[in-house]
Each structure stands twice: as C-alpha cells, then as structure tokens.
C-alpha cells in the first residue's frame, strides 16, 4: 500500500503505535458510487481514493480478536477516528430492516451488504454464521456465443451482447448451473456448433488481471455456436467491457439476439 496508494499509507500512518485495523479501499466514480474498475485500473483515473474502516482489531498492543464486535467498534470510534483525517473514513453502521437495506443498495447501484452480529468475535480467514456478505446482484440478456466442453458436457457458456452488427464477447460462465441443468443445456447447445468464432473482439490480447479476457491461446478451448440462443444471466457489475461474478439463470426464447446490447 505504501508503494501504490501512498496517499492512504500517509494518513494510515497516524494511526496510534501497535494498532492494526480492518478496511477496504475504495475508489469513487463521478457519482460518488464504489468502481470496482476504477480501483482496478486506478491511476488513469482522477476519481477519489478512499480507505473506509470497518474492524479494530488490536489497539496499542492490545489483542480485540476475542472482544464483541460493539466493543471494537466503540474503541474504534473513541480512539482511532479522531487521530485520521481524509482519505480514511470509517464505514458506518446501518440502521433499518434488511429489506429497506437492499432496496436501498438496488436503488444506489452498489455491490451489496456486509452484516456482522453485534456480538461476535473477530475470526481471521473464517466463514462463520457471525458474520455473512450479500451481494445484490444486476442481470440482463446475453447471446451464447460458444462454450468450453468437460468431460460429460460444458464447463462455462462463453456469452456476449450485440454492438450495431458486432457480437462482443462478454464473460464465460461457470456459475449457476446443476449437473442436471448442464446435461439438460447441452443438447440445447450441440445442434447450433458451428466452426466460425461469432464475436468480433476476439482474440483479446490479455487475459486481464482477473483472467476474464479470452486470448488466441484460450480460444483453442472453445467451441462456438451460431448466435441464436439466449439466456438471462445475473452478475454484480460491468468491468469494462467483462462482467464481474456472473451466473447463469435461464433460457430465453422470448428476446431476439440481435436485440440483446449492453443495458446500463
């Protein structure tokens, strides 16, 4: 952190001696919304960077792993925060019923929710029922493009969405199927193979950071398709021009693919 973002290690470094926090940085977009994007690509941007706080877990030197979740936050707000200015903030507690949360998260277009019971204990690298993180995922159309085979059928739908009479490629899909849905899919794929690469940008010249981008190289694992099916898909945000954990929902025989383009 001190070498990228030397902005947050400076005001970082005002934290009190033998203190170690828990937070997440942030990158803002124009509207003042999280860009998971941005912070990926962040330094071609003029976008703010931020570092909320969200967990104290040792304060001078004393361990708060086994303190209740109330009690670390208290010291964090009486202790902590006053000492840090901007770019660090802390993420504040939300008060409301969870259904008026993730209408509120819909509605500002952000990736969903982190909640923690008041009284747990800080558990590192553990998935406990102490605490669960939600996402409130988007979803749209997409045109299937190819697939990558298994050994009994597919292992991802490669998917995209039309730009004027270009299909671009969007994402492979793994996620969201059953092995009875696989099995059920593929006789639906298998009649449409056909041996002509539909989508326009392909090969991608890097896999990316997240390995999202199809090469030459990963190509040669594909099998493509005729660009006449399609399938309602759900995912947490667009990254460019890849989506970002999407999942497979189901087929539609009722939206033209050549009306399927990018929502925003």
Partial sequence: MA??????AKALAKLPDNTVVDGELVALDEDDRPSFNLLQNYGNSSGPLLFFIFDLLVLSGR??????????????????????????????????????????????????????????????????????????NVGQEFVIGGYTPSAKNFDAMVIGVYEGRRLLYSARVRNGFTPVTREKLFKVLKPYETDKCPFANLPE????????????????????????????????????????????????DDKDPRKVVKET
Avoid at 63 to 90: A, F, H, I, S, Y
Avoid at 115 to 135: C, E, N
Avoid at 207 to 223: E, I, N, P
Avoid at 225 to 252: C, D, I, T
Wanted: aromatic share 8%; net charge positive; with cysteine.
């Fill in 63 to 136: 361990d708060l792993k086994d303190e209740p979740l109330e009690t670390r936050r208290g010291l964090l707000e009486k202790k902590v925060m006053p000492k840090l200015t901007d770019p660090v903030r802390l993420s504040p507690a939300l008060e409301g019923s969870m259904k008026e949360l993730i209408a509120s998260v819909k509605e500002n277009g952000l990736e969903g929710l982190v909640a923690k019971r008041k009284d747990s204990v800080y558990q590192p690298g553990l998935r406990t029922g102490l605490w669960r993180k939600m996402r409130v």
């Fill in 3 to 8: 070498i990228r973002y030397p902005i947050i």
């Fill in 205 to 252: 010249l890097k896999s990316g950071r997240w390995g999202v981008g199809l090469t030459s190289a990963k190509m040669k694992d594909c099998r493509w398709l005729e660009p006449s099916l399609v399938a309602q898909f759900e995912f947490l945000e667009w990254s460019g021009n890849h989506l970002r954990h999407p999942h497979f929902v189901a087929m539609r």
